[in-house]
């Protein structure tokens, strides 16, 4: 008997909204071709410090994604997840220096992303949106720019908004990545930061153009909250104005809470 074909799901985005996705989706695995297409803009934290310190690729949005894709021991994701408290290296995340190390002993930034496939047995695969070297760029309302997602995450004045989103650099689109999106049955976009984790993955040229034209269904889901200095009183229906305006078309379907947020919840 031929075996049934899987579902091939791609989620677009990275950080924790992504996370909590794909650690959903990997229960179902063995029904689903489970890929997650992630930004590579991140200049915060010990993401940022690795990138100037060691020019290395952006690693935090990359490791959460592996470790909500793997099946291997609690101990290895607790592991990649765990981030030192003190000392040189105070702030920085274990999975980020093994990310940093394994780029610099390898060939190639796709040979570090398959190590780490065995290594975490990652139930579907991790593809970058670029290889290339990048930051954001943020004009707001008010007439503001900021530079790089740190500053972007830093800025807290909830009068104001963002009102366009771009690259500082052409990048070059990671032809896995647009493969991926083409035999996608279902694309799947937040929840998470749509100006630092969603939008960015849109920037390249040529992703966007995939999922512009892909015959998957595009689910789009709205976050609980709204944040300070990007999306401060953001209805729904600005969620979606946003993402269909950079998508450059209809969103499929969009999954709103309609439900009370518990004080435990928060």
């Known amino acids: 008997m031929t075996a049934k074909k899987k579902i091939a799901v791609s989620v677009i985005g990275g950080g924790t909204g992504s996370f909590v ?7 179902y695995s063995n029904l689903l ?15 940022g410090k690795l990138r100037d310190q060691l020019g290395v690729l952006p690693p935090g949005d990359l490791r959460q994604c592996l470790v909500a894709l793997s099946a291997k021991d609690l101990i290895w994701r607790q592991l990649f997840l765990y981030r030192f408290e003190s000392g040189d290296l105070k702030g920085h995340n274990f999975g980020n220096l093994f990310l940093s190390a394994l780029e610099k002993i390898t060939d190639s930034y796709q040979q570090v ?13 991790v593809i970058p949106v670029t ?4 930051h954001l760029i943020a004009e707001y309302k008010s007439g503001k720019i900021l530079r790089q997602e740190a500053e972007i995450d830093n800025y807290r004045n909830t009068e104001d908004r963002i009102i366009k989103l771009d690259l500082d650099s052409d990048v070059s689109a990671n032809p896995k990545a647009i493969k991926q999106i083409k035999i996608s049955d279902y694309i799947i976009l937040g929840p998470g930061d749509i100006y630092t984790s969603i939008i960015p993955v849109l920037l390249v040229k040529k992703i966007r153009d995939a999922v512009k034209n892909t015959k998957a269904k595009i689910i789009f889901f709205v976050n609980l909250f709204t944040k300070p200095g990007e999306t401060h009183s953001f209805t729904a229906q600005d969620y979606v104005k946003v993402i269909e305006k950079y998508l450059q078309r209809p969103l499929d379907y969009i999954i709103i809470n309609k439900e009370p947020i518990k004080k435990r919840d928060c």
């Open 131 to 134: 290889f290339d070297h990048s």
């Open 21 to 27: 996705v794909l650690s959903g989706l990997k229960k």
């Open 113 to 125: 992303l398959d190590y780490c496939h065995i290594l975490l047995q990652c139930k579907g695969s």
């Open 33 to 47: 071709d489970i890929s997650a297409i992630v930004t590579m803009f991140d200049s915060g934290g010990s993401t």
